[in-house]
């Protein structure tokens, strides 16, 4: 399955034209894009917390086990700058 290619014919002569400032502007504004997409995606914690407790079964310990578990990953992913 072959996608579409992000940067069009237009797009790419156009990066290929650029100065250093011009190309360092336009990466500090892609990146400045996907980070606002993944803030726009960032989960509630709080939320989570409470719909999982409310799961049948689910007790108060094992509640905080899977919240130690969430904890760690979300850690993971900071670490590495997502």
């Not at 979300?74 to 590495?80: G, V």
């Amino acid at each position: 399955m072959e996608s579409q290619p992000t940067i069009d014919r237009a797009l790419y002569k156009k990066i290929k034209s650029m100065d250093r400032a011009t190309m360092d502007n336009f990466v500090k504004n892609v990146y400045q894009q996907g980070y606002n997409d993944a803030q726009a995606q960032s989960i509630d914690y709080d939320k989570l917390k409470a719909d999982l407790a409310c799961i049948k079964g689910i007790g108060e310990s094992r509640l905080q086990e899977i919240m130690s578990v969430i904890d760690k990953h979300i850690e993971n992913t900071s670490d590495k700058g997502g």
